[in-house]
């Protein structure tokens, strides 16, 4: 129970830090906002502030930032819909923001803690390619395949990139001499690997590095995840609602605090790039809504606007309801305990 409820608290701490970019900057920018608000549905907790309501609601699946105007049409000047255009990507695009600022706080913390990845083998998995090649923990790798390797990230693109079965040809430091090993690829499933692991030093320098590197990848594997969906090569079912990810966050906090940061990074910069996509009803449509403003000149027509963002929340809801009844619930095993 105590990590369920500490699941809802980080997943809503990641949603209410991304509606708090909106806020900020519309404040900053001059923007009356009318309501910040924390959850969906009924309000439980109320507080009036100087010119907004701040709330708490009962559902921990959302939370919004209301703006004088951003809907409906209104008279005055610090409405959303009559500041500048630029202010207006400004607000719509901070919740993004915030979203990547904190994926990179996350993994800066996990670097720290951790320490960040090195060109030197940490470990060999036994029975692996690596072993039977003959290298040893403490070995430093510095050429696969007579190019040169500076980082872990050069060793894992390189040995990714290697074919099945290939001979890898890769050169060490050990004892301080050098020395040429030949280790076999293999597949484990669909990515090389040769059964090696980092060993890890602690650096702020490197933490700050690898703290954008890691923001960078999730970003990237989101990109890829979408582009594999387009092709038919990945079930929607396989993607993960907001129970799924409740549930995701209470794995990682009972594992402890780095695996809860990690995911807390992981998420964050999901949520920011998911955002992002051009579709009615999310940041990214807003956007869009905003530049095609500012290239013809005029806003675009109120009624067009709203039955495409209409059909954007509409179409939001029935997959985020599909995911969690044929993804996430399928996954915890919960249909067969509600069939009983």
Same mark, same amino acid.
């Given at each position: ?104 706080? =996350? ?5 720290? $803690?951790?320490?960040? @990845? +090195?060109?030197?083998?940490?470990? #060999? %998995?036994? &029975?692996? /390619? ?6 040893? =923990? ?5 050429? $696969?395949?007579?190019? @040169? +390797?500076?980082?872990?990230?050069? #060793? %894992?693109? &390189?040995? /990714? ?27 484990? &499933? ?151």
């Amino acid at each position: 129970m105590n990590t369920l409820i500490g699941s809802i608290i980080v997943f809503m701490l990641v949603i209410t830090l991304h509606e708090l970019g909106h806020f900020s900057v519309a404040k900053m920018v001059g923007i009356k906002v009318n309501e910040f608000s924390i959850g969906m549905g009924p309000k439980i907790f109320q507080k009036e502030g100087l010119e907004t309501k701040y709330s708490i609601r009962i559902l921990p699946i959302g939370g919004y930032v209301a703006m004088e105007g951003e809907d409906e049409r209104s008279d005055d000047p610090r409405s959303f819909n009559n500041v500048n255009v630029f202010k207006r990507m400004a607000v719509v695009v901070a919740g993004v923001c915030m979203n990547f600022i904190l994926a990179v706080i =996350a993994f800066f913390i996990v670097a720290v $803690i951790v320490g960040t @990845p +090195t060109n030197t083998i940490g470990s #060999i %998995v036994d &029975n692996s /390619s690596a072993y039977h090649a003959g290298l040893y =923990a403490g070995d430093k790798i510095i050429e $696969i395949n007579d190019i @040169p +390797t500076k980082n872990w990230e050069d #060793i %894992v693109f &390189n040995i /990714s990139n290697s074919k099945e079965n290939s001979d890898i040809r890769i050169k060490i430091t050990r004892n301080h001499n050098e020395l040429v090993k030949h280790v076999i690829a293999k597949s484990n &499933n669909g990515r090389i690997q040769i059964g090696i692991t980092p060993n890890y030093e602690k650096s702020i320098s490197n933490a700050i590095k690898y703290s954008f590197l890691d923001t960078i990848q999730v970003i990237k594997d989101v990109f890829m995840t979408i582009k594999l969906l387009f092709k038919g090569n990945v079930d929607v079912t396989m993607l993960s609602g907001p129970v799924g990810v409740i549930s995701v966050i209470g794995q990682a906090t009972s594992l402890g605090m780095v695996y809860l940061l990690k995911m807390i990074g992981i998420i964050s910069a999901n949520l920011g790039v998911v955002n992002l996509l051009p579709i009615p009803a999310l940041d990214g449509g807003k956007l869009l809504f905003l530049i095609i403003e500012k290239l013809i000149g005029k806003k675009i027509n109120e009624k067009i606007e709203n039955t495409l963002s209409l059909i954007g929340i509409s179409f939001l809801l029935f997959l985020m309801l599909y995911i969690t009844l044929f993804g996430d619930l399928a996954r915890m095993n919960l249909w067969n305990v509600i069939k009983k």
